[in-house]
């Protein structure tokens, strides 16, 4: 009784260490927000966003600084990635004891890039994802998922932003569990798809002699539009032409 009183005093005491790192401001500012209210955590702060202009936040211009930073022999209990654009080195896996990298898909579904653009287009399973960082492009084990259903004729811009909103209740909901053990991680199952950067290119240049359903390209052109800008073109008489 005497060891465990002692045991829990220093937990008390002793706080814990948080590495947050932040590659989307919307997301990140909530995640950081809950994270605060929370006193026994001692939560240092890394983004890739030059927007998140924040008092004690450390911006990064490339990934050579992030890994100079990992590799200072600090030490942390936590490191959680949010939307993060650089892999964490193998070797650099001794710096935290446990982790949490949110990814916007139902896993092992699309990982990689741009799960939202393959969703539409492909009708994938679709959702979003906390798991356990790993050797690998999302191939950790899962903390927990929630599966989103979407109509086939949703735009990015909507989706995203849904994956945006539903990923930061997932966590909020969990992140305690999670740090205290309650969730245990399980191994990715069924079949995985992974998606480059540059897989997405192939959608965006229409062909004037080939023939489409309307279906097809309505969902193409609401997959390949995002916010105010569209991706998709057209080639005619040596003049590119971009169009919604």
Avoid: M
């Avoid at 896996?93 to 916007?104: A, G």
């Avoid at 080639?235 to 919604?244: D, L, S």
């Amino acid at each position: 009784l005497y060891c465990k009183i002692n045991k829990r005093y220093f937990e008390l005491k002793v706080k814990k260490k948080i590495l947050l790192l932040i590659g989307n401001k919307n997301v990140g500012s909530k995640i950081l927000k809950k994270l605060k209210s929370y006193s026994f955590l001692d939560i240092e702060i890394l983004t890739s966003d030059k927007s998140f202009n924040k008092k004690g936040i450390k911006f990064l211009e490339n990934k050579k600084q992030f890994f100079l930073i990992l590799n200072n022999k600090k030490k942390f209990d936590f490191l959680i990635s949010v939307y993060w654009p650089w892999l964490v080195p193998k070797n650099l896996f001794s710096r935290f004891k446990d982790s949490i990298n949110f990814h916007p898909s139902y896993l092992p579904v699309a990982r990689g890039f741009y799960p939202h653009v393959h969703a539409i287009i492909k009708n994938l399973k679709w959702g979003v994802s906390l798991h356990k960082i790993s050797d690998g492009i999302d191939k950790g084990n899962i903390w927990c998922q929630k599966k989103i259903i979407f109509n086939e004729f949703s735009s990015s811009t909507s989706l995203y932003k849904k994956g945006e909103k539903e990923i930061v209740k997932l966590f909020n909901k969990n992140f305690i569990k999670i740090f205290t053990g309650k969730i245990k991680s399980k191994q990715q199952s069924g079949r995985a798809t992974y998606f480059s950067k540059s897989s997405i290119n192939k959608f965006d240049q229409l062909k004037l002699n080939k023939s489409y359903k309307l279906k097809d390209l309505i969902k193409l052109n609401n997959a390949r539009t995002f916010k105010n800008k569209s991706f998709n073109f057209f080639n005619y008489k040596n003049e590119k032409y971009n169009f919604k």
